[in-house]
């Protein structure tokens, strides 16, 4: 096997590994870290992140129609202890986006890397779409982490056969499961692949089956919801393909999404290495489950973003695949720059920039400011949504339901609208359908949203708030009970 020694290193088929890359590895996830708090706090919230608020804080339960109760509980929970912080709303997010860096770097400690592999693969990690996408709270910002350290555990066995690990990586699925009910594929292919390239001994260990039984456990409360629900998640597939940009799109900005600069590079690199690197052998079986479970996203019109979950392993490998090459040392003079502007278009996705900035493209590159063109706008509905419910006359209050004909519209005018004494928001989109039904003494309704022949067919008189956006229906012909069910979209 050809090795490359540096100092006391060690590469992976010795008796060791190398060091731990402490300093650099510490200091590009501290930058992450740096960077996202000093961001986090702009602009407002997201629309996904005041509907994960909102179900955690007024409609906590086991599960939802989209989602496991994870996100919903932390954004909810966070928000009751720090009122209106987006900082402390982002800080898992933030702590996951810097630990995945340190996480990546260990993966490239198992392949054998040294320093500076471990420090390129933290690099490719810090400067990847995971990031960006670390300002927002978010099931697809905490899976992708969980499933990188699923990866280093899984690589770590591979190279100990200490079956202590893969326990370890079943309480990991187990949290994984209450976040997406995305790892069970993550699984399933990875299994296949040992079974294929081996190692196959994987499939035969009892701590493996002992931490699924365990994950299987813990998502128990979970299922039952969704079993006594009519198991409403199985429809978000239909949601996503609805939504699916196509082949071309899914495959286009899931590979950006690993970097514009170093991750696209190294990503593709990483790959094809875990395929055909000799030393890289015993995890070839990885890069096959990675290659699967791209194909599975794609056929099953999956969204771009599930790709996050599995660049670390490639990071990882093109990095310590470098180091070993007999390179010439002008290469150096290259992978650094290469790195460092990889950096600066990271920098530039974030929002840094003024709140008043509209300009959400520079050529191809799109900026930080997309951010508040998303928040700002949804913090503007919940206020206006709120304020004209407290324009209503004092009698009419408390028989006026406020109605959202989507889930955004819904969390924002929950969240925003409680300081002009909106008492509760309603509507039949997603997961707000299961939250509750308005209550019968309200035979009125305040609806925000783009149909107004959604509601009209069930009230007497309509009148419009604002045009285009807020009607008024007065005079409900029907029960609740019976208009509810009519009310159900995805």
């Not at 060791?16 to 708090?37: E, T, W, Y």
């Not at 987006?86 to 890397?113: D, H, K, Q, S």
């Not at 278009?345 to 008043?356: D, E, G, W």
């Not at 929950?414 to 707000?432: C, F, I, K, L, N």
Request: include cysteine; hydrophobic fraction near 50%.
């Amino acid at each position: 096997m050809h090795t490359v020694h540096t100092g006391q290193e060690r590469l992976a088929g010795t008796t060791g590994v190398p060091a731990f890359a402490r300093v650099p590895v510490l200091v590009i996830a501290g930058l992450v870290l740096l960077v996202l708090l000093l961001t986090s706090g702009r602009y407002a919230h997201g629309f996904d992140e005041l509907y994960f608020l909102v179900a955690g804080r007024d409609h906590l339960d086991w599960g939802y129609f989209d989602q496991p109760p994870l996100i919903p509980l932390l954004a909810g929970g966070l928000d009751s202890l720090f009122p209106g912080s987006l900082t402390a709303l982002r800080l898992p997010m933030t702590l996951a986006a810097a630990a995945g860096v340190v996480v990546t770097a260990l993966i490239a400690r198992e392949f054998g890397g040294g320093c500076g592999a471990q420090a390129m693969a933290a690099g490719a990690y810090a400067t990847s779409g995971v990031v960006i996408g670390s300002h927002w709270i978010g099931t697809y910002i905490l899976d992708p982490f969980l499933w990188t350290v699923l990866a280093w555990l899984v690589v770590r066995w591979v190279r100990t056969r200490r079956d202590g690990l893969l326990l370890w990586a079943g309480l990991v699925t187990a949290i994984s499961l209450e976040t997406k009910f995305l790892v069970p594929a993550f699984w399933a292919l990875l299994l296949l692949s040992a079974l294929v390239l081996g190692p196959r001994d994987l499939l035969r260990r009892p701590k493996l089956w002992l931490g699924a039984a365990i994950a299987v456990l813990v998502t128990v409360p979970t299922l039952l919801w969704q079993a006594c629900n009519g198991w409403p998640y199985t429809h978000m597939s239909d949601v996503v393909s609805a939504e699916s940009p196509g082949a071309w799109g899914f495959l286009r900005d899931g590979l950006l999404g690993a970097g514009i600069g170093a991750g696209v590079l190294a990503f593709l690199y990483g790959l094809w290495r875990l395929f055909r690197s000799p030393e890289l052998r015993p995890y070839r079986f990885l890069g096959l489950a990675i290659v699967a479970l791209i194909a599975a996203f794609l056929l099953a019109q999956g969204r771009s973003y599930y790709l996050m979950s599995v660049y670390a392993v490639p990071f990882a490998a093109a990095a310590v695949e470098l180091q070993r090459r007999d390179l010439a040392r002008w290469w150096k003079a290259v992978v650094w720059p290469v790195f460092v502007l990889s950096a600066a278009v990271t920098l530039a996705a974030l929002p840094i920039y003024p709140r008043s900035m509209t300009q959400a493209n520079f050529g191809f590159l799109t900026l930080g400011s997309v951010f508040s063109a998303g928040e700002l706008p949804t913090e503007e509905l919940g206020r206006q949504i709120g304020a004209t419910f407290a324009a209503l006359p004092a009698d009419r209050k408390p028989h006026t339901a406020v109605f959202a004909e989507i889930y955004p519209f819904a969390a924002a005018a929950e969240y925003y609208g409680r300081a002009d004494g909106v008492p509760a928001v309603y509507s039949g989109h997603r997961g707000y359908w299961y939250f509750d039904r308005p209550p019968e003494s309200a035979d009125s309704v305040l609806f925000a949203g783009f149909d107004p022949g959604l509601l009209r067919p069930y009230f007497t008189n309509v009148t419009t708030v604002v045009d285009g956006l807020i009607w008024r229906y007065d005079g409900r012909r029907v029960p609740w009970n019976q208009l509810w069910p009519a009310l159900k979209s995805q």
